[in-house]
Each structure stands twice: as structure tokens, then as C-alpha cells.
């Protein structure tokens, strides 16, 4: 607010990069119905009052390079077996942007039910459950852990 000043009426947004095509997230505190109408526009807008939760949730934003990474991998393999690069991006960019749909406005109860209607035995389970067994999901949560270490304390903790 000193920054801003002679302003009063702030907020802090982070809007992330999709928004360019009015297809992104932005996350605001405090909640303030001007940066909400702002950025609801531009795609979704999460307000939250708290800053602890703020920060919590910002951490989120991190996950942005191992979605791409995930993409990138699965596009190496379809191309290390014979499928030709345009075609691996366009499969794998159009197969994110599909599971990413069902997830986008999950309601009350959160995400587990797209988890738990994954045909038992088939395929996505298999692989859901061997990434859980071979600690994938352990990893997850620990970069999120060491993301809001740096976030609050502003350094990284080698030990996390």
C-alpha cells in the first residue's frame, strides 16, 4: 500500500500467462470486487482474504513448469517411437488441454471423484497408482512444501 500511495483500495494479483488469451487463472488478495471483475474477464479469479492462505495457494503457480515438463516428456517418447514431432505436440498439447477441462470448475467436493472414475484395472488407474507407488505424488507435495518455505522465509531449505 505505501507503494501505491496515494491509493488505498489495493489488492495483490498474480495473474498467470493464459489470461493473454482470456483463458487464465489470477489469484487476488484480499478479496476486492474491482480486481475480481478485472480479472474474471481475463479468465478465472480465486480472491482470498488471508494472506497465509494466500501464500499457500500461490504455490501453485510453481507447478507451471512441471505441467510443461510432463508435456514435453510424453511428447519425446510418442516421437522416440515413430511419431513425427508436429504431430506428438499437437496430440499431447490437445490431450493436457482435455483432462485439464474436466478439472476446471470441480465444485464443493473438490477433484477425488476424477480420480475414483478412472475404470478400475484400465489403464489410467494403472498408471495413477504406480506414479503413487513409486513416490511421484510424495515428490509433488514436497516441492509444494519447499516452494512455500521459499515463499514465507525467502530462501530455499535444502533439508525439505
Not at 21 to 28: H, N, S, W
Not at 78 to 91: I, T
Not at 126 to 150: E, P, T
Request: net charge negative; aromatic share 6%; proline share 6%.
Amino acid at each position: 500500500r505505501e507503494l501505491a500511495a496515494p491509493a488505498t483500495d489495493c489488492a495483490s494479483g498474480v495473474p498467470l500467462p493464459a489470461i493473454a488469451k482470456r483463458r487464465g487463472a489470477t489469484l487476488l488478495m484480499p478479496l476486492q470486487p474491482a480486481g475480481q471483475a478485472i480479472f474474471s474477464r481475463l479468465g478465472s479469479c480465486v480472491a482470498v482474504d488471508d494472506e497465509a492462505l494466500f501464500r499457500r495457494m500461490l504455490c501453485l503457480s510453481a507447478m507451471m513448469g512441471d505441467f510443461y515438463k510432463r508435456q514435453v516428456t510424453t511428447q519425446e517418447w510418442l516421437e522416440e517411437h515413430g511419431v513425427p514431432k508436429a504431430q506428438a505436440a499437437k496430440w499431447v498439447g490437445a490431450m493436457f488441454a482435455t483432462m485439464a477441462v474436466d478439472s476446471a470448475e470441480p465444485g464443493p467436493d473438490g477433484l477425488q471423484h476424477l480420480v475414483d472414475e478412472q475404470t478400475p484395472g484400465g489403464l489410467n488407474e494403472v498408471v495413477w497408482k504406480g506414479q503413487h507407488a513409486d513416490g511421484a505424488y510424495r515428490a509433488v507435495r514436497h516441492s509444494l512444501d519447499s516452494v512455500h518455505h521459499r515463499l514465507v522465509t525467502g530462501r530455499w531449505d535444502s533439508e525439505l
